[in-house]
């Protein structure tokens, strides 16, 4: 289950991340904003990571893990369509906080779930596996289903992330 937990976490992430570019573009952002743009989201990340370090066990694990998936489930379905400049920054930089905030909680649950380290050795291919595997399929899928298909590979992989994780977590 740690394995499906991580493969399934980054490959729903790595599907919109991939495509973050693509979305910008189809919502009619200039090709010229969206450089800056994404360098800006990845700061968001930034910040995700800090104030998982910060919070820590203050909510336990169960609760921040459900509660970014949940959240980045509705932002990855706000993330289509025509976007304005401002709207596309917000709903992907809440995406790249969760993303980054969440993460470290899932490796702890790993971590525990397993005192060998087996687990938070095998999360490493799994997670790399997940990263190729998400943008992968979205792009063998695009040309059939359009953008849509971001969000729907996004949306079933975080679910299926969610899932795994729970009985992982003591």
Same mark, same amino acid.
């Given at each position: 289950?740690?394995?499906?937990?991580?493969?399934?976490?980054?490959?729903?992430?790595?599907?919109?991340?991939?495509?973050?570019?693509?979305?910008?573009?189809?919502?009619?952002?200039?090709?010229?904003?969206?450089?800056?743009?994404?360098?800006?989201?990845?700061?968001?990340?930034?910040?995700?990571?800090?104030?998982? *370090?910060?919070?820590?066990?203050?909510?336990?694990?169960?609760?921040?893990?459900?509660?970014?998936?949940?959240?980045?489930?509705?932002?990855?379905?706000?993330?289509?369509?025509?976007?304005?400049?401002?709207?596309? =920054?917000?709903?992907?930089s809440i995406f790249n906080f969760l993303w980054n905030y969440c993460a470290p909680y899932l490796f702890a649950v790993v971590a525990?779930?397993?005192?060998?380290?087996?687990? *938070?050795?095998?999360?490493?291919?799994?997670?790399?596996?997940?990263?190729?595997?998400?943008?992968?399929? *979205?792009? *063998?899928?695009?040309?059939?289903?359009?953008?849509?298909?971001?969000?729907?590979?996004?949306?079933?992989?975080?679910?299926?992330?969610?899932?795994?994780? =729970?009985?992982?977590?003591?």
């Open positions: 289950l740690s394995v499906c937990t991580m493969f399934f976490f980054y490959a729903g992430e790595n599907a919109v991340w991939a495509f973050l570019e693509v979305i910008a573009e189809e919502g009619g952002i200039a090709n010229s904003d969206i450089g800056a743009l994404l360098g800006t989201i990845g700061l968001a990340g930034l910040a995700g990571a800090a104030c998982a *370090v910060v919070q820590a066990e203050k909510l336990g694990r169960l609760f921040p893990i459900l509660l970014t998936i949940g959240i980045q489930v509705v932002v990855v379905i706000l993330l289509q369509g025509n976007l304005e400049t401002m709207s596309f =920054l917000y709903l992907a525990d779930s397993d005192s060998s380290g087996r687990a *938070v050795a095998l999360s490493i291919p799994a997670l790399g596996a997940g990263l190729t595997a998400g943008p992968l399929v *979205v792009g *063998v899928l695009l040309p059939n289903f359009g953008l849509s298909i971001v969000n729907t590979i996004a949306i079933v992989a975080l679910v299926l992330s969610a899932i795994a994780v =729970l009985p992982l977590i003591r």
